[in-house]
């Protein structure tokens, strides 16, 4: 994951930029640099690799301005090289980024067309033309960067500086984090707090949509519609542990938050932003030969391979058998000569899961496993590893681990179906677009949660509750019934929407709340016929969905309005509503939301 610093102060700031970006070594990079303001006009020094690179070009070309960011890169958009490393620049501003631009090419045109030349295959080199078009037309860098974040669609965090400007910062975050250290005279930025721990412990945390204005000596803050915004200043919790909590509550809420920088991360190691199409890693395995798939797991990543299974029959077109992989292993289920046998696992110690593996290599399958770990026993143990750039994940309830999940059991779908020519090219560049729209289409979700408080409260007074999927929503009415029960404590069990019938409506009653996982796909008007058997005998209707809440035909006790999304992206931007229900609802119980009773975060005994 790409980590942004930045330093306003009276002194020179090179150093202090390069130890901040050692604190984020933990992110995970591969090339660095720096900008500074040096007597009215911008310095930068970068080097692809590790720090120690960077640091050995600063030796023998030093830079003494007082105004500075800094950047680790994980390379998205073009090559870990130094040319494509950040901070980008012209003459008159230089820009660091986390995250994703999507519409960078269509502005890189419209920039080439205005006469400006680029160096780089990055998308955030659009976005320092953007600023430095809008400041060429007379704009002031304040104004210049307020027009540019306007046109900018995407996820990202970015931090700013200006030639001739040695009092002046600017900030923006929608998607990725960003945090603003306050110092005695200085002021630092952060992708978060472990990076300016050591100057400060006293930061600001910017929210979604902000866009910030620094000082030496002062801080103001602006919210998505530009207006003056108070964020008050917090203790930061950095210095006494590695991975701090933000402005959160719970690290549950964090991670989830988290979610629109780490599947950009993601997507960035399976797909090629230039050319919008999936390059997997060497699979070790003819992709187009394989005659089955097997897919284990345990919990939530078991849901997730459950949606790859929607995924790969669908679109890929090869049978997938998947279980839990408790069940699998003792079942002794007969497994195909050359199959490929998937294992998906946050931790990757799972037992149930490590086990499964060790039963499906003894019976001659090929072994890939989607991990957040990748020093970890099933990583170590299979023949190609597929990681999920997640980070961290401290909550015992898997949030951003899951979403991440999907992403790349999402890209391997598509390759299959490439291989197999299920797919073809401009499939494959359809289903790439959606792919990487999904963390602009959370961020946004992630704007505003008091839908999910409001639902919250209903289900604080209930014991039972039901979960409806049809399809693909199917295993997400899984995972929402799992994420409910397991930190708030409350029974929930996930159906399948077609098997109400067949034995669950006779749960149905007005003190049994039903929460309905149905985007508006093909399956829609079938779940809508079952919505309304639920309602015609006194269920509590609660609906996520696109569609407008007319068309369930029934009255609603609550209507979450989601954005418009594809067919094939669903399962992920429709997990971030039954995450929040459960975050919302465990914390109204007042349970322990991030060490919830009787789990631990990776169960290493079968
Ligand atoms: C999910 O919220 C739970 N923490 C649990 O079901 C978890 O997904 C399961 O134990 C599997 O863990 P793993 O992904 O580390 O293998």
Not at 564 to 569: G, I, K, R, Y
């Amino acid at each position: 994951m790409c980590g942004i610093v930045g330093i306003l102060s009276t002194r020179p700031v090179a150093a202090d930029l390069v130890d901040a970006l050692r604190r984020l070594e933990y992110r995970g990079y591969d090339s660095a640099g720096i900008a500074t303001v040096e007597g009215g006009h911008l310095e930068r020094r970068r080097a692809e690799g590790k720090l120690r690179n960077l640091e050995s070009r600063l030796l023998s070309e030093p830079l003494e301005g007082n105004v500075g960011i800094g950047h680790t890169r994980w390379a998205t958009h073009g090559k870990p090289t130094e040319r494509n490393a950040h901070p980008h620049m012209t003459a008159r501003v230089s820009v660091v980024h986390n995250g994703i631009i999507e519409n960078f090419r269509e502005l890189r045109e419209e920039l080439t067309a205005a006469g400006h030349t680029f160096e780089t295959d990055t998308d955030t080199e659009s976005v320092v033309h953007l600023i430095t078009d809008e400041m060429d037309k007379g704009r002031s860098p304040v104004d210049a960067v307020k027009a540019a974040l306007s046109r900018l669609k995407g996820a990202f965090a970015l931090a700013i500086i200006f030639a001739g400007e040695d009092n002046l910062m600017m900030a923006a975050r929608l998607g990725s984090p960003l945090v603003i250290g306050h110092g005695d005279g200085e002021m630092y930025l952060g992708s978060d707090a472990i990076a300016i721990a050591p100057f400060t412990d006293t930061v600001t945390y910017l929210d979604e949509g902000d866009y910030a204005v620094l000082h030496r000596d002062r801080l103001e803050v602006f919210d998505k519609d530009g207006r003056p915004a108070v964020r008050t200043p917090v203790k930061s919790q950095a210095n006494a542990l590695l991975i701090d909590k933000g402005n959160h509550r719970h690290f549950m809420a964090k991670e989830i938050h988290e979610q629109p920088e780490v599947i950009s991360h993601t997507l960035a190691h399976y797909v090629d932003m230039a050319q919008g199409v999936i390059r997997m890693p060497e699979m070790g395995i003819d992709l187009a030969k394989i005659p089955r798939i097997t897919i284990a797991a345990c919990g939530t990543a078991f849901y997730a391979g459950l949606v790859a299974k929607y995924w790969i029959e669908r679109y890929a077109r090869v049978p997938v058998e998947i279980d839990i992989a408790s069940e699998l292993r003792y079942r002794e289920a007969p497994l195909p000569e050359g199959g490929l046998a998937v294992f998906v696992s946050q931790s990757g110690e799972t037992a149930d899961t490590l086990a499964t593996l060790r039963y499906c290599r003894e019976n001659g399958q090929h072994i890939a496993s989607v991990v957040n770990v990748r020093t970890s026993t099933i990583a170590r143990e299979s023949d190609v590893v597929l990681p999920t750039l997640a980070g961290p994940e401290i909550g015992v309830a898997s949030t951003k681990a899951f979403t991440c999940q999907l992403t790349a059991l999402a890209c391997l779908a598509i390759a299959i179906g490439r291989a197999r020519g299920a797919i073809d090219e401009t499939r494959e560049r359809e289903l790439v677009r959606e792919l990487v729209e999904v963390p602009r289409q959370i961020a946004n979700q992630l704007l505003d949660e008091t839908q999910f408080e409001t639902l919250a409260h209903l289900l604080t007074k209930t014991r039972d509750v039901l979960f409806l999927g049809r399809g693909v929503s199917f295993p997400l009415a899984m995972e929402g019934a799992l994420k409910l029960k397991e930190i708030s404590y409350l029974h929930a069990e996930g159906y399948a929407a077609g098997e109400l019938k067949h034995g669950p409506i006779a749960l149905i009653d007005e003190n049994v709340p039903v929460i309905v996982v149905a985007p508006r796909d093909s399956l829609f008007d079938k779940t809508v016929s079952n919505v309304q058997e639920v309602a015609a005998r006194g269920g509590q209707i609660m609906l996520i969905t696109d569609a407008p809440s007319e068309e369930a035909g029934c009255p609603l006790a609550a209507h979450i309005a989601m954005p418009l999304a594809h067919e094939f992206t669903n399962p992920i931007v429709y997990a971030i509503p039954i995450q929040l229900i459960a975050y919302h609802t465990a914390v109204l119980m007042g349970t322990d939301v991030d060490q919830p009773r009787n789990l631990a975060k990776s169960v290493t005994v079968e």
